[in-house]
């Protein structure tokens, strides 16, 4: 018999949003397009802002309900990881069988009926309002086999690479939420493998990546550092992304300051933000950092292990032709560095991270071709093709549908800890 506690909310077992997750998210519905917070449980929404409104919060010792009247999280993520651990543990009490609170929400139907809205009938949107995005590349297996892919097993990963956790400052306006469609870009890219002169075409190899991101909640002060061991309080919490890529344009661009237009049009992230006290029993260690790696500068050296997440990751590809498949598992411990560590070295120059700042892991990709995070390796750069039902792929096509699915689970029956899905269809480009 599970020791965990039990809902009277009755939920699938399968649910990514089980009593032990309480995830943060906007909705909206038909009847009230407002943009409000709510909290994801099994099939349902808690609309907190009804909830509020209805006195739900009445025994929980939050002062902040202002927080719950925006439009976005930021608010509620600024006031720090004790004020969300707060919220979300009285949430569990709330929806706990035999907790100390029925009359706020079980046995309250005029308020259920307001505030607790099947999934089905919201409309998710972007959690919070995002300020600055960050992509670091700290996926080992996919830094390697694509340095193998550009320049051979002799000089795949450059030197510098497990001393700092590489990334570059991606596009915030263009983040969008899990179910918008993606439009195929166009951009300079070079036609054939003999040209040296570019042409403006709609992107011939459009691909996915699969990356973890986090949250930036409470940040720092401009001139100040986050120190390794103290960085992971500054973390509201973690979305599953989709870092669309056009590569050829990429090949074509990236040198010598890095991605641009291949990057920039377009990143998709789950709907519903979880915490890291819901993440905490998945902790492992990484699986990236080989023994005969240098060790790391002091700034990057906790005290402390570091720790990434066991999360169980999936890519299904839906081709345009209707075939369907999951191409890919992983789990997301294939990391070299952690976010503390990805945090630290972000604000080491004193950099000022605010509430909302978007932190992404780089892809995340196992060891075989089962397990890797983009079509790129997949597709060893376009020269195998694999095949998906009776359709064939080397990258993209127009009217696939990528999905991308993530959840954690320690098999001990207190539920899973999930995100839902990020999925995204491609369009045909404007010309």
């Not at 929806?95 to 079980?106: K, M, N």
């Not at 939420?177 to 003999?194: F, Y």
């Not at 905490?280 to 402390?304: D, G, H, I, M, N």
């Not at 700042?357 to 997949?378: C, F, N, P, R, V």
């Amino acid at each position: 018999m599970s020791s965990f506690r039990q809902s009277w909310l009755a939920m699938p077992a399968d649910s990514h949003f089980s009593l032990r997750n309480i995830p943060f998210g906007i909705i909206s519905t038909a009847s009230d397009p407002r943009h409000r917070p709510a909290i994801a449980i099994g099939n349902y929404a808690l609309d907190l802002l009804e909830f509020s409104r209805g006195g739900g919060f009445q025994q929980a010792g939050f002062t902040n309900l202002e927080v719950f009247e925006n439009s976005t999280l930021n608010a509620f993520a600024a006031l720090g990881q004790q004020a969300h651990r707060l919220v979300r543990l009285y949430i569990q009490d709330i929806f706990t069988s035999g907790g100390p609170y029925p009359d706020l929400l079980e046995e309250n139907l005029l308020l259920r009926e307001r505030a607790l809205i099947p999934l089905s009938a919201i409309q998710n949107h972007l959690p919070l309002d995002i300020g600055d995005y960050t992509d670091f590349y700290v996926g080992r297996n996919h830094a390697y086999n694509c340095g193998v892919i550009l320049r051979g097993p002799e000089n795949a990963l450059n030197r510098n690479y497990y001393h700092t956790p590489i990334a570059y400052h991606g596009r915030a306006s263009s983040v969008v939420v899990s179910g918008t469609p993606v439009k195929r870009p166009v951009g300079q890219i070079l036609p054939d493998a003999t040209a040296t002169v570019p042409v403006l075409e709609p992107c011939r190899r459009l691909d996915y990546e699969l990356e973890l991101a986090a949250f930036i909640g409470s940040g720092n002060k401009l001139g100040e550092r986050i120190k390794v061991d103290d960085a992971e309080q500054h973390i509201f919490g973690y979305v599953i992304m989709n870092d669309w890529s056009a590569r050829d344009i990429q090949a074509w661009e990236y040198v010598p300051l890095g991605p641009f237009t291949a990057k920039n049009f377009a990143t998709s992230i789950s709907p519903w933000v979880v915490t890291p006290d819901a993440l905490e029993p998945f902790k492992t260690q990484p699986l990236a950092r080989p023994a005969q790696a240098a060790p790391v500068l002091p700034y990057l050296a906790a005290s402390k292990q570091q720790t990434v997440y066991d999360i169980k990751l999936q890519v299904e590809y839906k081709t345009a032709e209707g075939d369907s498949a999951v191409i890919s598992r992983v789990s997301s411990k294939f990391l070299l560095f952690s976010f503390a560590q990805m945090i630290a070295h972000h604000t080491v120059t004193g950099a000022n991270l605010r509430p909302g700042d978007l932190i992404a892991s780089g892809t995340i990709s196992g060891q075989d071709s089962d397990s890797y995070g983009s079509l790129l390796e997949k597709s060893q750069g376009g020269k195998l093709s694999f095949v998906i039902g009776q359709s064939t792929r080397k990258f993209l096509q127009n009217g696939d549908t990528v999905t991308f699915m993530g959840a954690a689970d320690d098999n001990s029956g207190g539920g899973l800890v999930g995100f839902g899905e990020v999925t995204g269809t491609i369009l045909e480009p404007d010309m």
